[in-house]
C-alpha cells in the first residue's frame, strides 16, 4: 500500500524563491490497484513518482510504502519497485538482453538464471530475435519493449510509468499499453500511470486522481462508476480550473 | 554465406578500406617525394635520400625504443589509475574538487621543459626523473577529462540505475565506468601523443637511454640520417600505440553506430 500524508516538494532554485511541485498531497493507493495520474504539465506528477520511487526527498510530510518511506529505506526496497520513463532510458553500451537483466544483476541473480529469465522476457514481448542488438539498432517501440522487460523481470510489488508510452506514435503506444496491461492482467503489483492523455488513462486504469498545480488531489475517480466521455469532460474540468472535485461537484451537470 | 561471397566479401572491404585512406597515403608520399628530390640538390647531411636513411635505420639499436615506449606506457598508466581515483574523489566530494581544481590547474599550467628541469634537480634515479615528468605532464588530463566525463553522464541513466537501488561499487561499475570509456580512450590518445613528445625531452637531457638519448648521441655526431631514422621510429611507435588503443576502441565502443 501507498500512502502520501501531506506529502511537499518544494525545488530551490537560483533566485532564492523555492518552486513548490507538490503542495499537502495526501493519497492511499491500495494493493492490485491500477491508478492513472493526471493533470497539466508540470504540475508534479513526475515529482511524485520520483518520490514513489525513491530517488527524491519530500519536503515535509510522508510517502509510506507498507509503512516504510523509500527514500529512507533505500537498500530494502530493492527489486520491489520499478519503473518505466517516458524515454526508454536502456544503457547503450548493453545489448537488449544486456539491458533487461540489469535489475537482477544488481540484486546478484546467477547470471545463467537472469539471461534465461530475460530471454523469456524478451520472447514475452517478441523481441528474441532482437536479444544481442544495441539499443542504437531498434526502433522506439523496440526500445520501449526492452526497458517493459527491465522493469517486469524483477516481478516487483510496485510499477510506476512516467508517460512510458507518451513519445510513441498512436498505433504502437496503443499496442504496446495493450500488451503491457495484459500482461499485469493477473498481477497483484500496484501499477501507478502518470500519463498527460486522458483516453489512455481512461482505457487502462480502473482509478484515476486528478492532480492539480502545483500537485494535490482535485478529484479521485473509479472508472467503472461514469460514463467515459462524462468522466473525460468532468477531468479536463477540473483541471482547467484547478479547483478541487466537491468545489465544482454542484457545476457537474453543465460538464 | 559460401568461401566465394565471404572472401569478396573481404577483397570488398579491403579495397574501400584504402579507397578511405587514399588521401592520407596520397599526402604522405608527397612529402616523401618532395623530400627524395630535394635530397638530389642539397648536400647529405642537410637532407639524406631515403635510401641513406633507410640504412641508418637498419642499424639502429632498437633497444633505446622499447626502454622509451616502456616508460611511456608505465607513466600513463601509472597517471590514469591516479587520474581515475583523483576524479572520482572529486566527484563524490564536491569539497576535495574545490581544493584539488587549482592544484590539478597549476601542475597542468607548469611548462615540460621546468617540470624536466625540475625533476634533474631534484631527483637522481633517471627512472624516477623520467617517470616524474611524464606523471606531471599527464596526470591532469586525465583527471579533467574524467572528471567532465562522469558530470556528463545522463541524468536520466542515472536515475534509472539509482531505481534499481545498487550498491555504490555496482553504481561505479554498471554506470560510470562504462558510460566514462570513450572519454578515457579518447584522453590516452591524446596523452600518448604528449607522452612520447615530452620523453623524448626528458630523455634528452636526463638519461643516457631511451631515444631522446639517442637523439641527442646523433646530433653529437651531426647525422641528419640517424636523426631522421629515429624520428621515424618515434613517429611509428606513437602510431603503432594510438593503433593499439583505436583497436581497444573499436571493441570496446562497437555500440556506436
Redesign the interface.
Known amino acids: 500500500m501507498i500512502v502520501a500524508e501531506t506529502l511537499s516538494k518544494t525545488f530551490s532554485q537560483q533566485d532564492g524563491v523555492g518552486f513548490k511541485a507538490i503542495d499537502n498531497l495526501s493519497l492511499t493507493i491500495f494493493k492490485g490497484e491500477k491508478v492513472g495520474i493526471v493533470g497539466s504539465t508540470g504540475c508534479g506528477k513526475s515529482t511524485f513518482l520520483?518520490i514513489v520511487?525513491?530517488?527524491e526527498q519530500p519536503s515535509s510530510g510522508k510517502l509510506l510504502i507498507d509503512g516504510k518511506e523509500p527514500y529512507r529505506h533505500?537498500?530494502e526496497?530493492?527489486?520491489r519497485?520499478?519503473?518505466v520513463?517516458q524515454?526508454d532510458?536502456l544503457?547503450?553500451?548493453?545489448?537488449a538482453i544486456e539491458n533487461v537483466v540489469?535489475?537482477l544483476?544488481?540484486m546478484g541473480v546467477e547470471k545463467k538464471t537472469a539471461f534465461e529469465k530475460a530471454m523469456e522476457w524478451l520472447n514475452r514481448l517478441g523481441l528474441e530475435k532482437f536479444a544481442k542488438a544495441?539499443?542504437?539498432?531498434l526502433s522506439g517501440g523496440m526500445r520501449q519493449r526492452v526497458a517493459i522487460a527491465r522493469a517486469l523481470i524483477l516481478n516487483p510489488e510496485i510499477i510506476l510509468l512516467d508517460e512510458a508510452f507518451g513519445h510513441l506514435d498512436e498505433v504502437t503506444s496503443r499496442k504496446l499499453r495493450a500488451d503491457f496491461f495484459n500482461i499485469l492482467s493477473d498481477s497483484k503489483a500496484i501499477v501507478v500511470m502518470v500519463t498527460h492523455n486522458l483516453d489512455e488513462a481512461l482505457e487502462s486504469v480502473d482509478r484515476i486522481v486528478v492532480f492539480g498545480k502545483p500537485a494535490k488531489v482535485l478529484g479521485d475517480f473509479k472508472t467503472d462508476e461514469y460514463q467515459r466521455p462524462r468522466l473525460k469532460k468532468l477531468i479536463q474540468h477540473l483541471i482547467e480550473t484547478n479547483k478541487p472535485f466537491n468545489l465544482v461537484q454542484s457545476g457537474l451537470g453543465k460538464v | 554465406m559460401s568461401q566465394k561471397s565471404s572472401s569478396e566479401y573481404v577483397a570488398v572491404k579491403l579495397a574501400k578500406g584504402v579507397a578511405e585512406k587514399r588521401y592520407y597515403l596520397i599526402s604522405l608520399l608527397g612529402v616523401a617525394a618532395v623530400w627524395e628530390v630535394a635530397s638530389w640538390f642539397l648536400p647529405p647531411y642537410i637532407l639524406p635520400s631515403w635510401a641513406l636513411v633507410f640504412s641508418s635505420l637498419m642499424s639502429l639499436n632498437m633497444s633505446h625504443a622499447w626502454i622509451t615506449v616502456a616508460r611511456v606506457l608505465i607513466a600513463l598508466t601509472a597517471a590514469f589509475a591516479c587520474g581515475l581515483c583523483l576524479a572520482t574523489l572529486m566527484y563524490i566530494f564536491p569539497k576535495f574538487e574545490k581544493y584539488a581544481t587549482p592544484i590539478v590547474n597549476l601542475v597542468m599550467a607548469v611548462p615540460a621543459i621546468c617540470w624536466v628541469l625540475f625533476s634533474i634537480l631534484w631527483f637522481r634515479g633517471q627512472e624516477l626523473r623520467i617517470f616524474i615528468v611524464l606523471f606531471a605532464v599527464c596526470l591532469p588530463g586525465y583527471v579533467i577529462d574524467i572528471l567532465d566525463a562522469i558530470k556528463n553522464i545522463p541524468f536520466?541513466?542515472r536515475?534509472?540505475?539509482?531505481?534499481?537501488?545498487?550498491?555504490k561499487t555496482?553504481y561505479i561499475t554498471?554506470?560510470i565506468l562504462?558510460?566514462i570509456?570513450p572519454n578515457i580512450l579518447t584522453t590516452w590518445k591524446v596523452n600518448l601523443g604528449l607522452g612520447i613528445r615530452v620523453v623524448t625531452v626528458a630523455e634528452l637531457v636526463g638519461t643516457l637511454t631511451g631515444i631522446g638519448y639517442a637523439l641527442n648521441f646523433a646530433l653529437g655526431q651531426q647525422s641528419i640520417r640517424e636523426i631522421t631514422a629515429w624520428t621515424i621510429v618515434l613517429v611509428s611507435s606513437l602510431l603503432a600505440l594510438q593503433g593499439i588503443v583505436y583497436l581497444i576502441e573499436k571493441r570496446l565502443?562497437?555500440?556506436?553506430?
Do not use: D
Open positions: 520520483r520511487l525513491g530517488v533505500y537498500s526496497f530493492k527489486g519497485i520499478s519503473a520513463f524515454e532510458r544503457l547503450p553500451w548493453r545489448t540489469i535489475g544483476e544488481i544495441y539499443p542504437s539498432e | 536520466n541513466l536515475e534509472m540505475i539509482l531505481s534499481l537501488r545498487p550498491s555496482q554498471k554506470l562504462p558510460a570509456i565502443l562497437r555500440w556506436r553506430k
